[in-house]
């Protein structure tokens, strides 16, 4: 299986630099940058959680396109986004930001693409009602932008693209961040790879990887790619980073990422209702940060656990393991250890995050 590591993006850029040396330290096959204007973690409460001793500010994300093409003439790895929202940024600024990046950066350019959070959208005012249907129009008129360096015939506009389409190291790639039904269509018809983040068990991930193969295949296509952006928290052990949420328990507001029937599936009611669906619909900057500081303690950790990848090396990789049977071959890794424990947990599973790179590369 091939590895790609998640760097933040975030201002201070020194941070990212280091988190750079770090891919590079591991060597990681690609390095990956959200596009989040604001981050998962609520301002009115970080100050007292572990990370932001290594951040002013949470929602600090530099434009990540920018970033690539900056990070990416620091290194020989391909360099990708994970992912942009369609509702921001449509198909000929894609097309042609995707192009310039291939052709300047030594590794090659991956552009991830999905239908967007409502975190970084509806907070900005960006029209969020319908964003599956945006992001069928961007991706249609995408593919044919970086197939044919034109808009579909069918429209029947002047629009082209001048550079050209390859470079030395072939076409941009694009991968789709799919998870419902539709969305699993799209990445078959138009995707080079898929790139899912919210939770799933490894059946779930296999059926939806066949129902993408085979949309690929009407088609006439090929989803070669079959990766995963899992957010992974390395220490001694399961049960010791259980008794450091438990201890520090804010980090275990990442339970109200998960959506709602994951919580049925669990026993548990979601706290923000029965149609909550987690990542795509919360806005944690929009909630009472200390209604959020109370909820907190009553997280199940279970449910942290359906988000987050946790334990020692040998725990995540036999977890992974599942996925990789049923056809992933790229993972992407979004490190969150220290988000409980700070600097010092970081540096004490900096030897595990290595042993995990490798473990995943025999798979």
């Known amino acids: ?57 949470p929602d600090a994300f530099y434009d990540p396109f920018i970033v690539s093409g900056v990070i990416g003439t620091m290194t020989d790895k391909a360099v990708g986004i994970s992912v942009t929202d369609t509702a921001r940024r449509k198909a000929a600024d894609l097309a042609r930001t995707a192009l310039t990046l291939q052709h300047m950066v030594p590794g090659g350019f991956i552009l ?24 069928e129009k961007v ?34 790639q694009v991968w789709v961040a799919g998870h419902g039904p539709r969305m699993l269509r799209l990445t078959g018809q138009y995707g080079d790879g898929w790139i899912p983040a919210w939770p799933m068990t490894a059946e779930e991930y296999g059926e939806k990887g066949r129902t993408i193969d085979e949309w690929a295949a009407k088609s006439g296509r090929t989803c070669a790619t079959k990766s995963m952006l899992p957010f992974v928290v390395l220490g001694q052990s399961k049960e010791y980073i259980a008794e450091l949420m438990e201890k520090d328990p804010l980090g275990k507001l990442f339970a109200l990422f998960c959506p709602a029937d994951r919580w049925a599936k669990h026993g548990y009611k979601h706290p923000f209702g029965d149609d909550c669906k987690g990542f795509i619909d919360l806005i944690i900057h929009d909630l009472d940060p200390e209604e959020l500081r109370a909820l907190a303690p009553e997280m199940p950790f279970e449910l942290v656990e359906e988000v987050v990848f946790m334990g020692n090396a040998d725990d995540v990789a036999e977890r992974m393991s599942g996925y990789a049977a049923q056809g992933m071959n790229h993972v992407v890794l979004a490190n969150l250890t220290g988000v409980v424990g700070g600097m010092e947990e970081i540096e004490a599973n900096l030897p595990q995050f290595i042993q995990l790179k490798g473990m995943l590369d025999a798979m």
């Open 1 to 57: 299986m091939r590895v790609g590591i998640t760097i933040g993006g975030q201002h201070p850029f020194e941070g990212t630099a280091m988190q750079l040396q770090l891919a590079e330290a591991i060597g990681a096959e690609s390095v990956w940058f959200p596009d989040h204007i604001l981050g998962v973690f609520h301002p009115g409460l970080w100050s007292d959680m572990a990370y932001s001793k290594m951040a002013a500010d």
């Open 112 to 135: 991830g693409v999905g239908s967007g959070e409502a975190e970084s959208l509806v907070t900005f005012g960006y029209d969020f009602s319908t964003p599956v249907g945006d992001c």
């Open 139 to 172: 991706l249609h008129e995408l593919r044919s932008l970086l197939d044919t360096g034109r808009m579909p015939a069918e429209m029947n506009l002047a629009g082209r693209m001048g550079v050209p389409l390859e470079s030395d190291k072939g076409k941009p």
